[in-house]
């Protein structure tokens, strides 16, 4: 099969960044400024998120998912996972009607999160967008991190004594190795386009954070 990347990100004028290829499904990524509750959204469900690679379905009447960095929502309901730098894909399966978030820092990454949410998305059409995250020419890791992103990477750049590394190109790659057909990767890192997203790395460890968010009303 062909994976075919896109780059098919835009802002709809309230500072919310969408992608296209996610038609049909209520989504966002949010910029800085922007809180969840600004989108008038209720009873949204957000994970403990952990760096972990463990995927959740919402369960009706259940908010609390502990050690969760994954959520997967097969019904009416809406759910938010919080970033600043790591990578946030937003998954839908447009067979099944089905729709995810993910977060991917480096540890995800390495344990492949995107495909563990393929896996429990179930067969369909899958589309996935890669939003916003810090780029390949910005995110320099140790040899330790290297290390542990060895089995999964082939997107880095030795420079300057140090070691760059895409997350947002091994997380597409790792979508398109478990059957996503259609995947969009935003063109915006976190760390160069520090006025529009929030920056743990730019901002010496900030505690804002942004969010790709989904709803589902059927």
Not at 59 to 88: I, M, N
Not at 120 to 140: N, Q, S
Request: glycine fraction near 8%; charged fraction near 20%.
């Amino acid at each position: 099969f062909c994976c075919t990347i896109k780059h098919m990100f835009y802002f709809n004028g309230n500072n919310l960044l969408k992608s296209s290829i996610l038609q049909g499904l209520e989504h966002c990524f949010t910029t800085r400024g922007v809180s969840v509750e600004d989108l008038g959204f209720v009873n949204l469900i957000h994970p403990t998120q952990t760096h972990s690679a463990n995927v959740a379905f919402v369960k009706p009447g259940v908010a609390d998912y502990p050690d969760t960095d994954a959520l997967v929502l097969d019904g009416p309901g809406a759910v938010y996972l919080k970033f600043a730098d790591c990578t946030p894909v937003i998954l839908y399966n447009r067979t099944s009607g089905a729709a995810a978030v993910a977060h991917a820092g480096w540890r995800g990454t390495a344990q492949k999160i995107v495909q563990r949410t393929v896996e429990m998305l179930g067969k369909g059409e899958i589309a996935a967008a890669v939003g916003p995250a810090i780029c390949g020419k910005c995110y320099d890791v140790g040899e330790e991190v290297f290390e542990r992103l060895a089995p999964v990477q082939g997107e880095f750049e030795r420079r300057d004594g140090k070691i760059f590394v895409d997350l947002k190109s091994i997380n597409a790659r790792q979508l398109r190795e478990a059957g996503v057909n259609e995947v969009d990767i935003c063109p915006y890192c976190t760390c160069c386009n520090n006025d529009l997203f929030y920056s743990y790395r730019k901002e010496n460890g900030t505690a804002n954070r942004h969010y790709a968010v989904i709803r589902l009303t059927i």
